[in-house]
T-cell receptor, first 113, second 115 residues
């Protein structure tokens, strides 16, 4: 099956720093989403981004589908950004249907004040 | 517009008991998905349901686990005769329509602990 690898596995930042998280996937995907799981376990959907670039405030994401990777950028990090960031994909060539998302193991981010 | 609602938030069961996890999708959403998260891991797909239909249960264990999404009421994930290995966080997600380019919205999860 499709493999999803995220790097780095752990990251520690000082407040205000910028960071880039990477997601590599082993096959063509029609659906790629980035999630943030906060320290209380809640999952927040950050981006639906099977290709291209999107921005939302201090966060932005870019997926290069032909090269099978996606990047999540966090600028001016804040302590509330702490948690685990997951990349999840669905294999296929047709339009996504949000079903069997395959998840990476996540990047655990700690932002220190 | 309330989000995906899951209850209970925490559930403690002894080995051999039954666990029932409930999920109410977002208003207007007719598709429900259950995922399981073991410690230090990403989520694993379990089952995909529409109202009164199981569409894909390829991620469900063959025994003891079942899911339903009745015409009225929440979706239920049922685990019979729980064992310690069932301890995990169980997340429910919903989406409005299959095939649409929509984000998947998750509930806050149910943390199941089996003693």
């Amino acid at each position: 099956g499709i493999q999803v690898e995220q790097s780095p596995p752990d990251l520690i930042l000082q407040e205000g720093a910028n960071s880039t998280l990477r997601c590599n996937f082993s096959d063509s995907v029609n659906n790629l989403q980035w999630f943030h799981q906060n320290p209380w376990g809640q999952l927040i959907n950050l981006f639906y981004i099977p290709s291209g670039t999107k921005q939302n405030g201090r966060l932005s994401a870019t997926t290069v589908a032909t090269e099978r990777y996606s990047l999540l950028y966090i600028s001016s990090s804040q302590t509330t950004d702490s948690g685990v960031y997951f990349c999840a994909v669905e294999r296929g060539m047709a339009a996504g249907n949000n079903r069997k998302l395959i998840w990476g193991l996540g990047t655990s981010l700690a932002v220190n004040p | 517009n309330a989000g995906v609602m899951q209850n209970p938030r925490h559930l403690v069961r002894r080995r051999g008991q039954e666990a029932r996890l409930r999920c109410s999708p977002m208003k207007g959403h007719s598709h429900v998905y259950w995922y399981r998260q073991l410690p230090e891991e990403g989520l694993k797909f379990m089952v995909y349901l529409q109202k009164e239909n199981i569409i894909d249960e390829s991620g469900m264990p063959k025994e003891r686990f079942s899911a339903e999404f009745p015409k009225e009421g929440p979706s239920i994930l049922r685990i019979q005769q729980v064992v310690r290995g069932d301890s995990a966080a169980y997340f429910c997600a919903s989406s409005p329509i299959q095939g649409a380019d929509e984000k998947l919205f998750f509930g806050s999860g149910t943390q199941l602990s089996v003693l």
